[in-house]
């Protein structure tokens, strides 16, 4: 199995630019999650989905930023308009339905807003 | 509501050293607990979990953990540190809910 691929890996916009990063989970995983790692607030749950549905996205730090889950092996995270302080490393994960099972985190996506 | 502390955002020990970098939980239920490595540069990857059975849990690179209910601990150690080794560590817990809950990881230096 390729494990959850992020694209791109790194990427660098001005602020006001709208920034999208891709996400495709492991096949046959049930949910996936989007989690955003500074050095600062550390590593943090923006959004998760179960069956491509969104169920808690209380981790979204506010309108410029949202996510989409159109199908079983495909995500997205949009900010619009970026900041500055969106900068971070933003990783995607996925896991299998039942608890006992871990998340595979895919290797990031370093976002650089100038 | 679950949460999990990690003591000691920062650990260094010598090469060859035991390493214990610890983890406690708060749950009303019997969790399922991870522990996941970090390189510099990488994303997280699984180092060992507990779900059901034996406490004492063995994962990659030497690495084990056990854990204590009664203590509502499961902390991580290796009996002998390598260079290797350097990179952060998060604790983690799921719940019945399949909700995730992080530490907020431990940095581990290993000293030459």
């Known amino acids: 199995d390729a494990g959850v691929i992020q694209s791109p890996r790194h990427e660098v916009t001005e602020m006001g630019q709208e920034v999208t990063l891709r996400c495709k989970p492991i096949s046959g995983h049930d949910y996936l999650f989007w989690y955003r790692q500074t050095m600062m607030r550390g590593l943090e749950l923006l959004i998760y989905?179960?069956?491509?549905?969104?169920?808690?996205d209380s981790g979204m730090p506010e309108d410029r930023f949202s996510a989409k889950m159109p199908n079983a092996s495909f995500s997205t995270l949009k900010i619009q308009p970026s900041e500055p302080r969106d900068s971070a490393v933003y990783f995607c994960a996925s896991s299998l339905r039942q608890g006992r099972h871990e998340q595979y985190f895919g290797p990031g996506t370093r976002l650089t807003v100038t | 509501a679950q949460s999990v502390t990690q003591l000691g955002s920062h650990v260094s020990v010598s090469e060859g050293a035991l390493v214990l970098l610890r983890c406690n939980y708060s749950s009303s239920v019997p969790p399922y607990l991870f522990w996941y490595v970090q390189y510099p540069n990488q994303g997280l990857q699984l180092l060992l979990k507990y779900t059901t059975g034996a406490t004492l849990v063995k994962g990659i690179n030497g690495f084990e953990a056990e854990f204590k209910k009664s203590e509502t601990s499961f902390h991580l150690t290796k009996p002998s540190a390598h260079m290797s080794d350097a990179a952060e560590y998060f604790c983690?817990?799921?719940?019945?809910?399949?909700?995730?809950?992080f530490g907020t990881g431990t940095s581990l230096t290993v000293i030459p």
């Open positions: 983690a817990v799921r719940n019945t809910g399949n909700q995730f809950y």
């Open positions: 989905f179960n069956n491509n549905v969104p169920i808690d």
